[in-house]
């Protein structure tokens, strides 16, 4: 399987791919801008996010609310995100409105600003605040991932601050920062254009050029602090928070090389060994085997610069306190230290995310956000059809060398959630 | 293409005009049954290397008997967790040297084994899903593990207010000893009264070749697929009997709760965020007002620039969303209206809420309100089948509901007919705002007074294992 990529370069920056497939009537346009939370300065956590709903709320020829009325009524679907250290906005639609997309993506490309109001900054705080609280406060363990990189990052790193950001600082938001942070950020040499579906690619082109070509480039972005990180922690971090759950669940997390690098293939498959699946030698030994646990997982955190977070999570069952359930975790880890793996491990975790791949490659909107993803963290969205084969090229022996030297004690993180009623017994 | 544009740019707000529609059909697919009576569902989808297959058991859980509430749910996990043949541990490995993972579960109406694989391991696969279909082990100790991770779940809920706030809504919506009342997981009490008989005795009643569907999507032809299933099937022989009454005296499944609207609080103390439910028992999916109800409830609740969500989210900004749903079942599902607020708005809250329900029913939707509904679900219809398991679930939903052959050939004409009139008597029928439960997953010491006085009914407060609490 190979995916169709075609890339072209706007004078004003804008970096485009186009990636053709006629199986079904259906267009994805996805934008990329290469501006997160790792952006946002001192006092302003969470405003590359409240500025992604700012984008929702029109421009100088789009009203309030009008961006999604018109996607919805051409049957399409859309749809924003923000992460640390990117911005996307994305819609799905009928190949025949690919323009009107276009055309709503540049016109908050190039003139989001006469519509910003005083009003529309107060309710979009408003409902972010109630985002904070739905996604962060009120649900269990819900602080863990404004928690774990406060925990794995240095606190001038610019990835160590919350990306919701505090009521605080989001209270302090004003219209000038909108204004501030879109003339710097928002611009077509930040950002990558990817279009994938049934279009017709001269045509396709054409209308890029015509509504993104007039915006002007950027002014340049402010250089980011320095990212780099050593290879290690240099230690064992640990944190435990008293949180309104009913059993405790722990995160054991590991730096690990960027995103995109070599290295970083091997850690997915370390991960996808340990935790993905119920195949994984987590799911085994905890839930299966042990059954200190009722779940299982493991993840990394996709970073392209410093380094890149290798995330080990488990959530215990009642009666199991955190300590048993760390150790668990740590005797599963310490085994591949050890022993390291048989190939048919290896190989299971290859099966499954080739798999995986395939399968979301089905999706027009999948496609176009992977392509974008590459083309921002690697500056090649024909990584995309490399992705298979590397992690193909992962050795068992890679798999244990990366473990030892990359999953020891020198080399770990530890958040811990437990109970506040077993919090305040234990004190 | 060259040139540098084809055009100047907009110089004003002028829309851009869609090109030509380009024709979208659901992908083809054909019945066929096997000498045993297994249907199979075909749809040949040759994009890409993958096909998924579903195998669709008729053994949801209205099946459970009274009293072991939870049965059809854990039988169906278990079917993953080991055969006569391979035990959990091998079993697993099997499916996933394959790249696949077994999912299997149930909800009311049906039960399910899925796996997707990348073409040429189609055989394969099927091979493990007829062991896994016709020969699971139900080993105790599996039993024993499953029926604790299911408590477990269950404790953990009382500290997530979302799922408990959906379970409460359940529960106060449908009569007290309405199986809709009980999760379809079953609650502590049935749960613990589960034994691995039970769960035998429900396979052994339930699971056979005439109540089984094998729905197969994607890279395989018709003929193909049905030898391979037949390979792998066609020894299995008829047994089991099918179909389960009541016991005397037991309530319709979605036998309403008696008693009229209703605000029950449970309380979570200190939580910032209330969680909301409004709503009622709603209509079967076979209900011939249901793509009406559908449509209605779109404008309604159901999309972004729903009445609900600018209300709720944009004009207030009291939340980060508020939806409404009608749950597909067999049965009579629910209506209900769902959001997240801040703790001191929750009472204006569900009063705007309760008065969108109130205004659907007093005047006629605009004639841009319809259209956006249904330009929406019409245009959307193509992204909705992009997957093989996303054409694959569709396809089961025939089976499960008994709809036509040509469903999703019609869909989209009968959605662009629907007129204001059919969309306002839905509303004035099917809405029935003084019949709702108002469910809030909140601090009841700040909550429980401003709820009382929007009086519109009697306020409880519970506990979040669902004891009355004051």
């Known amino acids: 399987m190979r995916i169709p990529i075609d890339t072209h370069l706007l004078d004003n920056g804008l970096r485009v791919t186009l990636s053709e497939d006629h199986r079904a009537p259906i267009v994805a346009v996805n934008l990329w801008y290469h501006v997160g939370s790792a952006n946002e300065r001192t006092g302003r956590t969470g405003f590359a996010h409240l500025f992604e709903h700012m984008l929702f709320q029109g421009s100088e020829h789009v009203g309030a609310n009008e961006h999604f009325e018109l996607v919805q009524r051409a049957g399409g679907m859309l749809n924003g995100s923000t992460w640390l250290d990117r911005t996307n906005y994305f819609e799905t639609l009928p190949s025949h409105h690919l323009e009107l997309a276009l055309w709503l993506e540049a016109e908050r490309m190039g003139r989001l600003l006469p519509a910003m109001t005083q009003e529309k900054l107060d309710t979009q705080r408003g409902v972010v605040m109630n985002e904070r609280r739905w996604s962060v406060d009120n649900q269990p363990y819900g602080t863990w991932w404004e928690r774990l990189p406060a925990l794995a990052f240095p606190p001038e790193h610019p990835f160590h601050h919350s990306l919701i950001g505090s009521f605080a600082d989001l209270e302090a938001a004003s219209l000038d920062d909108i204004s501030e942070f879109f003339r710097t950020y928002y611009t077509p040499d930040n950002a990558v254009l990817t279009i994938a579906g049934d279009f017709d690619p001269a045509q396709a082109l054409a209308l890029v050029r015509r509504h993104f070509g007039p915006i002007p480039r950027g002014r340049g972005t402010p250089p980011l602090p320095d990212m780099s990180l050593p290879p290690r922690l240099g230690g064992w971090l640990r944190s435990t928070v008293e949180d309104e759950v009913m059993v405790p669940r722990v995160y054991l997390a590991f730096r690990v090389p960027v995103f995109g690098s070599a290295a970083s293939y091997v850690a997915g498959i370390c991960g996808a060994i340990l935790g993905m699946r119920r195949g994984s030698l987590m799911h085994r030994a905890l839930v299966r085997e042990g059954q200190v646990a009722s779940a299982v997982g493991a993840s990394t955190w996709d970073l392209a610069k410093g380094a890149d977070l290798l995330v080990l999570d488990a959530t215990a069952r009642p009666g199991v306190d955190a300590g048993r359930l760390e150790q668990a975790m740590v005797t599963a880890v310490e085994r591949l230290r050890q022993d390291g793996v048989p190939d048919a491990e290896v190989a299971r975790a290859v099966a499954l995310i080739e798999t995986d791949f395939v399968t979301t490659m089905q999706s027009a909107s999948d496609r176009a956000d992977k392509l974008s993803l590459f083309a921002t963290y690697l500056g090649d969205p024909h990584r995309l059809n490399e992705e298979v084969e590397r992690y193909r090229a992962v050795t068992a022996a890679g798999v244990a060398a990366f473990a030892r030297e990359q999953m020891g004690e020198d080399n770990r993180a530890t958040l811990t959630f437990v109970p506040r009623a077993a919090a305040a017994e234990a004190a | ?470």
């Open chain 2, 1 to 470: 293409m060259s040139g540098e544009a084809a055009g100047p740019p907009p110089a004003t707000g002028a829309r851009p005009a869609p090109g030509p529609v380009r024709p979208y059909q659901f992908p083809r697919f054909e019945r066929r049954t096997l000498v045993n009576g297994m249907r199979l569902l075909l749809a040949p989808m040759h994009a890409l290397p993958v096909v998924t297959v579903h195998v669709l058991l008729d053994a949801g859980a209205t099946r459970d008997p009274a009293g072991r509430e939870g049965v059809a749910l854990l039988a169906a996990e278990l079917l993953a967790e080991g055969t006569r043949r391979l035990d959990g541990a091998a079993l697993v490995d099997r499916f996933e040297q394959l790249g696949t993972a077994l999912a299997t579960g149930a909800d009311w109406d049906s039960a399910w084994c899925e796996s997707t694989v990348l073409g040429p391991r189609l055989d394969a696969l099927l091979t493990l899903l007829a062991d896994v279909v016709r020969a699971p082990a139900f080993a105790p100790r599996e039993v024993d593990r499953l029926a604790a991770q299911r408590q477990a779940e269950l404790l953990e809920q009382r500290a997530e207010p979302r799922s408990l706030a959906d379970d409460m809504f359940a529960r106060f919506a449908y009569a007290p000893r309405a199986r809709f009342a009980v999760p379809a997981g079953g609650s502590e009490a049935s749960v613990r009264s589960i034994g691995r008989d039970d769960i035998v005795a429900f396979h052994a009643r339930h699971v056979a070749p005439a109540s089984t569907t094998v729905v197969i999507a994607g890279d395989v032809t018709s003929d193909e697929a049905e030898r391979l299933v037949t390979a792998r099937f066609g020894g299995w022989s008829p047994a089991g009997s099918m179909g389960v009454a009541p016991g005397p005296g037991t309530p319709a499944p979605d036998a309403e709760a008696p008693g009229g609207r209703a605000v029950h609080v449970v309380a979570k103390p200190d939580a910032p965020q209330s969680e909301v439910r409004v709503g009622h028992v709603a209509i079967p999916r076979a209900h011939p007002d249901w793509l009406r109800v559908h449509v209605m409830n779109a404008i309604l609740g159901g999309l972004f620039s729903s009445r609900i969500n600018l209300n709720l989210r944009e004009r207030h900004a009291y939340t980060y969303g508020a939806f409404s749903t009608v749950d597909a079942r067999r049965n009579a599902g629910t209506f209900d209206v769902s959001t997240a607020v801040e703790r001191a708005v929750t009472a204006p809250a569900v009063g705007e809420i309760l008065q969108e329900l109130s205004r659907m029913q007093e005047a006629p939707v605009r004639a841009d309100e319809l259209s956006l509904a249904t330009d929406y679900l019409e245009g959307v219809f193509p992204i909705r089948f992009e997957t093989t398991e996303a054409v694959a679930g569709a396809l089961a939903n025939l089976a499960i509901f008994g709809l036509a052959d040509d469903y999703y050939d019609g869909y989209r004409a009968r959605v662009r007919a629907l007129s204001i009139d059919e969309v306002w008597q839905a509303a004035r029928t099917h809405l029935r705002p003084a019949a709702a439960q108002v469910v809030v997953v909140g601090d009841a010491a700040a909550i429980r007074a401003p709820l009382e006085s929007l009086g519109l009914g009697p306020v409880h407060v519970w506990d979040a294992t669902g004891e009355p609490a004051g």
